[in-house]
């Protein structure tokens, strides 16, 4: 329902700064656009959807690429709470979703002034996805650490007088 409100929310806005072409493209309606794909997209990533794009969203193509590459930043908070809850499959499915996004950015080679700055935010996008592919190996070696434990501590326990 949040989602749907700001959908019309922006499409006021939209409408409201259309005639002004200087207001429109000074930032602010791209911004808006960028958040509310960034929350589109993570809804649709955290639900594995298929993935709305701009046209569907209605927002400008250079807002839908940041909206993207900070949705799969927001992932991270997830695969962080899969960890902790023990559930590596999920995080391990989270992590190969930011990886996907990852893969898919940095092959768009536009400027700056036509993406909106879409490469300090696929850097940005880096920097996260490598800590926590960091975290989620961790957690995986751990799991199997722990799993060679419990099968050794099985074998010996029956065999100790």
Do not use: C
Request: proline content about 4%.
């Amino acid at each position: 329902s949040l989602l749907d409100e700001a959908s019309t929310l922006l499409t006021d806005l939209r409408a409201i700064a259309a005639p002004f072409p200087s207001v429109y493209w000074a930032g602010y309606v791209q911004d808006a656009m960028k958040e509310y794909a960034e929350a589109a997209l993570t809804s649709a990533m955290l639900r594995s959807e298929p993935l709305p794009g701009p046209l569907q969203l209605q927002v400008e193509d250079g807002a839908w690429l940041n909206g993207l590459a900070e949705a799969a930043s927001e992932l991270r908070r997830d695969t962080l709470d899969a960890l902790r809850a023990n559930e590596i499959e999920r995080a391990l499915t989270l992590m190969e979703s930011m990886d996907s996004v990852y893969a898919m950015l940095v092959t768009v080679d536009f400027p700056d002034a036509v993406t909106g700055g879409l490469r300090r935010t696929t850097d940005q996008l880096r920097a996260v996805l490598e800590r926590t592919r960091a975290d989620v190996t961790v957690a995986v070696r751990q799991q199997r650490l722990e799993r060679l434990l419990q099968a050794t501590e099985d074998r010996w326990s029956g065999e100790l007088p």
